[in-house]
């Protein structure tokens, strides 16, 4: 069992950054990918960008070259560091993770809200 907390999310203005992080717990050590997910009411959930136990990362089109994924030395802290927001980046943010049978845990999300 692996539980998912993030933190992080708030008001932030367009063009500024934020920093949202997920703190794991319970068998991290059966963890072989992480990721953020974002959605918006209405809309299906998406893949931000993920980040697997080697380190290999992916991200949407719509983040590339502003949101940055990694992980902490620890491996139980995941990061996304949001550079350049949009507003279109308003959206509750989760935090993902697959274990090494690929069970998926979920966080409770935290808000992301890019505006004047």
């Known amino acids: 069992q692996v539980h998912l907390m993030e933190s992080g999310g708030g008001l932030v203005q367009p063009g500024g950054s934020l920093t949202l992080s997920c703190l794991a717990s319970?068998?991290?050590?059966?963890?072989?990918?992480m990721g953020w997910y974002r959605q918006t009411p209405g809309k299906e959930r998406e893949l931000v960008a993920s980040?697997?136990?080697?380190?290999?990362?992916n991200y949407a089109d719509s983040v590339k070259e502003r949101f940055t994924i990694s992980r902490g030395n620890a491996k139980n802290t995941l990061y996304l560091q949001m550079n350049s927001a949009k507003p279109e980046d308003t959206a509750v943010y989760y935090c993902?993770?697959?274990?090494?049978?690929?069970?998926?845990?979920w966080g409770q999300g935290t808000q992301v809200t890019v505006s004047s």
């Open positions: 993902k993770a697959v274990n090494n049978r690929f069970y998926s845990f």
């Open positions: 319970g068998n991290i050590g059966s963890i072989n990918a």
């Open positions: 980040i697997s136990r080697d380190g290999t990362t």
